[in-house]
């Protein structure tokens, strides 16, 4: 859903708008390139969804969307973007497209 908003947010504001991980955080913030923040997701121990690590596979651990609202996969290496975070011994796997569309797998 966050992907989903991120563009939707890009295309309406017609500004680009920037998901950046921390991973050592264990968050994620979707902010305007203005500097405005949209969203922030926080995933420690004792918040809504406690993780155990996140990992953004983009080069910078960024995803930008540009005022058109295509991501920018070039630090992929591949047509899809991936992200995965990993819940006690689960790892759910996100693969997501340049238009935000995504995937979830569990292993």
């Known amino acids: 859903m966050d992907l989903s908003l991120a563009r939707t947010s890009a295309v ?3 500004e680009a708008v920037i998901v950046r991980f921390d991973e050592a955080g264990m968050s994620y913030l979707i902010r305007l390139e203005s500097g405005d923040t949209i969203q922030v ?3 420690g121990r004792d918040d809504e969804i406690p ?7 983009l080069t910078g651990d960024s ?7 295509v991501g920018d996969l070039s630090g992929s290496g591949s047509s ?4 995965s975070f990993a ?11 340049v238009m935000g569309a995504s995937k979830v797998d569990a292993r």
């Open 87 to 97: 819940a006690g011994a689960t790892i759910y796997d996100v693969s997501f497209n």
């Open 51 to 57: 993780l155990d690590s996140l990992n953004l596979r």
């Open 63 to 69: 995803l930008v969307f540009d005022t058109r609202g």
């Open 80 to 83: 899809l973007g991936l992200a």
């Open 12 to 14: 309406r504001g017609r």
């Open 41 to 43: 997701r926080e995933f």
